[in-house]
Nanobody, 121 residues
Framework: QLQVVESGGGLVQPGGSLRLSCVVS????????MSWFRQAPGKEREKISC????????FYADAVKGRFTISRHDAHNTLNLQMDSLKPEDAAVYYC??????????????WGQGTQVNVSA
């Protein structure tokens, strides 16, 4: 069964950058469409970026468009999210989701445990 583990979160100042990683095991990344979600305290989980199995299709929520970049590296079973120009409102727990069949699935079948991102001066 596919296992998903996120890493790379931390504390960064506004305007700074972080690079999140999501490593999968127990399966092959190339078999899955991948997504990043986030959840801030008191708010619902929101989808922020997706990438298709082939890597040719991507999606970004308006809130992160132009600042975040999703990429996949199938040879290393790794998904990345480059986050630039971070804002305080980007602070949240970030989750990686994997779905074998659907691009940008609203509820991917496999989830990681999340990595915390804090943006504060």
């Amino acid at each position: 069964q596919l296992q998903v583990v996120e890493s790379g979160g931390g504390l960064v100042q506004p305007g700074g950058s972080l690079r999140l990683s999501c490593v999968v095991s127990g399966g092959t990344l190339e078999d899955y469409a991948m997504s990043w979600f986030r959840q801030a305290p008191g708010k619902e989980r929101e989808k922020i970026s997706c990438i298709s199995r082939s890597g040719t299709s991507t999606f970004y929520a308006d809130a992160v468009k132009g600042r975040f970049t999703i990429s996949r590296h199938d040879a290393h079973n790794t998904l990345n999210l480059q986050m630039d120009s971070l804002k305080p409102e980007d602070a949240a727990v970030y989750y990686c989701g994997a779905d074998r069949y659907f691009f940008c699935a609203p509820n991917p079948t496999r989830w990681g445990q999340g990595t915390q991102v804090n943006v504060s001066a």
